[in-house]
């Protein structure tokens, strides 16, 4: 483990977020990023698929402000970002093929198979389904600096997105997919007090609130045509 002890114990990676702060100069920005299938270049499945290249469409915006509540003591920080996102999955997986349909007799099965479409590229089936994400999130923070020793910031995150997802995990058939909405809520508390030219102390508490929500009900939404 080559990790401080501060982070705790991951099998994974760290990552360390920073989040801006204000000045005592207001200062603010605004962004748009814009992709599309007009401007991409189409990928090899896209290229394999008989439909072309499904549509895509996604939008990324927002802005940011900052600045002085009380000069060289306290300041401000807020951002928002949306995302805009309607796009067409390309779809590839195998399935069976006419003369294994054929074998089955039991009439359950056969009802489940009238749910997986018929193989369109040998025994693959290559076709898209649409797929919707959005995305809205809020960020504030506040710091005050009590003395040239003692400063203090608070950081909240809101984050609220939803995705369609016209397949499950794991799964690249439609008609098998989900709708995700999810809420998360970030807040983080810092201390910094300076006790001498050698010796810092520094306290941090968070707490992070997170809820998704899977629901089956586009089940009927991407029926394979």
């Known amino acids: 483990n080559a990790y401080d002890s501060e982070y705790g114990r991951h099998t994974g990676g760290v990552v360390s977020a920073v989040t801006k702060s204000g000045t005592n100069e207001l200062h603010g920005s605004l962004f748009e990023f814009l992709r599309n299938d007009n401007l991409d270049a189409p990928r090899w499945e896209d290229n394999k698929n008989p439909n072309g290249q499904p549509e895509f469409r996604r939008n990324q915006f927002g802005g940011s402000l900052g600045g002085p509540v009380v000069k060289d003591k306290t300041f401000f920080f807020t951002s928002y970002e949306g995302r805009q996102g309607r796009e067409v999955a390309t779809l590839n997986s195998q399935v069976p093929t006419a003369a294994e349909r054929a074998t089955v ?48 910031f608070a950081n909240f995150i809101s984050n609220r997105d939803s995705r369609t997802e016209p397949t499950l995990q794991g799964a690249t058939l439609p008609g098998y997919g989900d709708f995700r909405p999810a809420q998360r809520y970030l807040l983080s508390l810092g201390y910094t007090r300076v006790i001498s030219p050698t010796l810092t102390n520094e306290i941090r508490a968070g707490l992070n609130r997170v809820h998704i929500t899977f629901a089956p009900d586009v089940l009927d939404k991407y029926k394979p045509e």
């Open 105 to 152: 007799t039991n009439p359950v099965i056969q009802k489940l198979l009238q749910l997986v479409p018929a193989a369109n590229s040998g025994n693959r089936y290559l076709g898209s389904a649409p797929r919707k994400r959005e995305l809205n999130q809020f960020t504030g923070r506040v710091d005050h600096n009590f003395s040239s020793k003692d400063v203090f």
